[in-house]
């Protein structure tokens, strides 16, 4: 079977800097999933003694606790600070941006419309800065904007970095028609643009198509979703032991591509495996 890579794929910047914050500071614990890949956890583990708190009540004194990239709650991380652990953050600087941009715009008396998952983590974290949590409001789809009241009469929008970009414009299009002022900003991070469009195009000249990536990784969820828009036989998969040979019969060219949390070892091992197909 003949392989093709998309022209972007696989870690972001934010993911490489978080492993290698990780790889230096040996039996520290994460506040959360470091990223959105169980194989990619599983090695900074093994090989690293990196854990993992679920709950701030767990940790101990003198721990380590690195950040995720998706970054945590605001009263959180002030939590954290405030016990005997030594914090390091690795949230991604992508992140960063618009939770200030959220605790900026809302002192300003704005109020604030997130284009997200409500219950991804790095919403959660986002949303978390907003003065007024009342006025904090999320959405997935321009019909869900029908249901909100805003406080004010001038709204920020902010979208999760790994969200379509026609999505988000299609709701910032229904905001300003009925609406005095929208302030927008664009958090959509660079390498979600460069992935969603490599997969874009290369779904479109291929007979399969393979996506590689955490099940609940977001962007990498909105890369299958591109891929089965051009190419119906596209498949998610975390790792090679996922893969099915029918999906290659009376196939003869396979796209891969891979999401921003997708370590390049596991990607190598499933182009090494649909290679191997007759």
Not at 78 to 89: D, F, H, R, W
Request: charged fraction near 25%; glycine fraction near 4%; charge should be negative.
């Amino acid at each position: 079977m003949k392989v093709k890579l998309a022209s972007n794929y696989g870690f972001c910047f934010g993911v490489k800097r978080a492993i290698k914050i990780a790889e230096s500071y040996e039996n520290a614990s994460t506040m959360g999933p470091l990223i959105h890949n169980q194989d990619e956890i599983n090695r900074l583990k093994n090989d690293y003694n990196v854990g993992l708190y679920k709950e701030l009540k767990d940790v101990k004194d003198n721990d380590t606790i690195i950040i995720r990239t998706h970054g945590i709650p605001k009263d959180d991380l002030k939590n954290l600070k405030a016990q005997n652990a030594k914090v390091i953050n690795a949230t991604c600087p992508f992140v960063t941006t618009p939770q200030q941009i959220v605790k900026k715009m809302s002192k300003e008396d704005y109020s604030i419309l997130i284009f997200g998952d409500a219950d991804h983590p790095e919403v959660k974290g986002v949303q978390s800065y907003g003065q007024d949590q009342e006025d904090v409001h999320i959405v997935l789809e321009p019909s869900d904007l029908e249901a909100l009241n805003f406080k004010h009469n001038k709204i920020a929008t902010i979208a999760q970095t790994t969200k379509k970009k026609e999505k988000y414009l299609e709701i910032v299009n229904s905001l300003i028609l009925k609406n005095k002022e929208v302030r927008v900003f664009n958090t959509i991070c660079d390498a979600t643009f460069e992935n969603q469009d490599a997969a874009r195009e290369l779904s479109s000249e291929v007979d399969v198509m393979v996506v590689i990536g955490g099940k609940n990784s977001s962007n990498t969820k909105q890369l299958h979703s591109i891929c089965k828009g051009n190419c119906i036989d596209s498949y998610l998969i975390e790792n090679e032991s996922e893969l099915d040979s029918k999906w290659f019969e009376n196939k003869t060219l396979c796209g891969i591509t891979a999401g921003a949390s997708t370590p390049d070892w596991i990607i190598q091992q499933v182009v090494n495996s649909v290679e191997s197909y007759n």
